[in-house]
T-cell receptor, first 111, second 120 residues
Framework: GEDVEQSLFLSVREGDSSVINCTYT??????LYWYKQEPGAGLQLLTY?????DMKQDQRLTVLLNKKDKHLSLRIADTQTGDSAIYFC???????????FGTGTRLQVTL | GAVVSQHPSRVICKSGTSVKIECRSL??????MFWYRQFPKQSLMLMAT?????????EQGVEKDKFLINHASLTLSTLTVTSAHPEDSSFYIC????????????????FGPGTRLTVT
């Protein structure tokens, strides 16, 4: 079945950029999403990208998609302590409404 | 906009009892709601997809008789964990899709804050 992988942990200093990576296996993925989860809470949609796009920027967030390599990344510019959370990538295929989530990357922002 | 609530946020119950969790879309109508389960430090696993007025579609390995889903209106879906056991202890999260969104945005899912179930 579909597999979505992420590195487990990333630590960055406040003010630096963070880059969180994600790889997926389903070549028919149409939409790819990034969600943020703070401790004990649900998921907050940060941004998404359609599979025919290479890049999307939204304020401090930049999403890059390499469809050939099935690689997705989320760059957070000027990372703040409030960005500390777990970040999940997820993909949706075709007209399917199901999302397959990655394993999650815990971002720790240090002073 | 696009707020999803869950009730209760936390519940502790005894083994063998049943627990109902509610998921509501507060400011939009949801054609489809989803129920996920998340174990500590793990990803979300989709349990079932719930469409208003029809039977839920369960993922492989999820017991439909144990996890009863009812989606009686466009703003409410419920998950009932029947005869709960300690291994059912988990964080249950629902999400909903807004029927009013079209195009790219029709795929977006809005998540509730989750319900932590502890079975003793």
């Amino acid at each position: 079945g579909e597999d979505v992988e992420q590195s487990l942990f990333l630590s960055v200093r406040e003010g630096d950029s963070s880059v969180i990576n994600c790889t997926y296996t389903d070549s028919s993925s149409t939409y790819l999403y990034w969600y943020k989860q703070e401790p004990g809470a649900g998921l907050q949609l940060l941004t998404y990208i359609f599979s025919n796009m290479d890049m999307k920027q939204d304020q401090r967030l930049t999403v890059l998609l390499n469809k050939k390599d099935k690689h997705l990344s989320l760059r957070i510019a000027d990372t703040q302590t409030g960005d500390s959370a777990i970040y999940f990538c997820a993909d949706a295929t075709g007209t399917a409404s199901k999302l397959t989530f990655g394993t999650g990357t815990r971002l720790q922002v240090t002073l | 906009g696009a707020v999803v609530s869950q009730h209760p946020s936390r519940v502790i119950c005894k083994s063998g009892t049943s627990v109902k969790i509610e998921c509501r879309s507060l400011d939009f109508q949801a054609t489809t709601m989803f129920w996920y389960r998340q174990f500590p430090k793990q990803s979300l696993m989709l349990m079932a997809t719930s469409n208003e007025g029809s039977k839920a579609t369960y993922e492989q390995g999820v017991e439909k008789d144990k996890f009863l889903i009812n989606h009686a209106s466009l703003t409410l879906s419920t998950l009932t964990v029947t005869s709960a056991h300690p291994e059912d202890s988990s964080f249950y999260i629902c999400s909903a899709r807004d029927r009013g969104l079209a195009g790219d945005r029709s795929y977006e899912q809005y998540f509730g804050p989750g319900t932590r179930l502890t079975v003793t």
